[in-house]
């Protein structure tokens, strides 16, 4: 069976990918997330989710496969970022009070041979409207400083949307596994 490696070193990736049931090793990716000039947000979380796989693959070893997945957000057709601290986390949540927001979740299957199996999953959520008290509370209570878009929808995230739109529930938690699961199963993995 061939190898396979998850190029993150996320939890929520992690808990994701383990529901498939594979065997799998995780690896930091070293891979600078900062966006080119003029970079749409979609061609940005293709870039880094290919650049995370191809960060971590040996081409040494002719049965390693390797996930590499990235997720950014979108409002206004500009990039939300990680928030990193609490003040830039209330800021995002604010701005995207009572809006729609895309979330552009990439995967990338990097393999032997050069072969690169890629995926691309697009989630709107609608926000309500939200008070800046409600917004204060959310971010300490979840503490959401590493998540593009300021929230965790398999938390309490979940109370500050009116509705999300999308396919594979698990692309906004971080990697779609409907998807995943597809370009697994190319690479000949025996998914389930």
Same mark, same amino acid.
């Given at each position: 069976?061939?190898?396979? &490696?998850?190029?993150?070193?996320?939890?929520?990736?992690?808990?994701?990918?383990?529901?498939?049931? /594979? %065997?799998?090793?995780?690896?930091? %990716?070293?891979?600078?997330?900062?966006? /080119?000039?003029?970079?749409?947000?979609?061609? #940005?979380?293709?870039?880094?989710? !290919?650049?995370?796989?191809?960060?971590? /693959?040996?081409? *040494?070893?002719?049965? #390693?496969?390797?996930? *590499?997945?990235?997720?950014? $957000?979108?409002?206004?057709?500009? %990039?939300?970022?990680?928030?990193?601290?609490?003040?830039?986390?209330? $800021?995002?949540?604010?701005?995207?009070?009572?809006?729609?927001?895309?979330?552009?979740?990439?995967?990338?299957?990097?393999?032997?041979?050069?072969?690169? #199996?890629?995926?691309?999953?697009?989630?709107?959520?609608?926000?309500?409207?939200?008070?800046?008290?409600? &917004?204060?509370?959310?971010?300490?209570?979840?503490?959401?400083?590493?998540?593009?878009?300021?929230?965790?929808?398999?938390?309490?995230?979940?109370?500050?949307?009116?509705?999300?739109?999308? !396919?594979?529930?698990?692309?906004?938690?971080?990697?779609?596994?409907?998807?995943?699961?597809?370009? /697994?199963?190319?690479?000949?993995?025996?998914?389930?």
């Amino acid at each position: 069976m061939p190898r396979l &490696i998850l190029a993150s070193t996320s939890t929520y990736r992690r808990a994701l990918l383990e529901r498939l049931g /594979l %065997p799998f090793d995780t690896a930091r %990716p070293d891979v600078d997330e900062t966006p /080119l000039s003029d970079e749409t947000p979609q061609a #940005l979380a293709v870039r880094l989710a !290919r650049a995370k796989a191809e960060a971590v /693959l040996d081409p *040494g070893q002719p049965d #390693l496969w390797v996930i *590499g997945s990235d997720q950014v $957000a979108e409002l206004d057709e500009e %990039p939300l970022g990680k928030p990193g601290s609490a003040a830039r986390a209330e $800021a995002q949540l604010r701005a995207m009070s009572g809006r729609e927001v895309r979330f552009l979740t990439a995967v990338c299957l990097a393999g032997p041979g050069g072969r690169r #199996l890629e995926a691309l999953d697009v989630t709107t959520v609608h926000f309500r409207p939200l008070s800046n008290g409600e &917004i204060a509370r959310y971010v300490d209570r979840e503490r959401p400083l590493d998540c593009a878009g300021s929230f965790k929808s398999e938390g309490l995230g979940i109370t500050l949307f009116e509705a999300i739109e999308n !396919r594979d529930p698990t692309a906004l938690v971080g990697l779609p596994l409907i998807a995943t699961a597809r370009l /697994l199963r190319e690479a000949g993995f025996v998914v389930p």
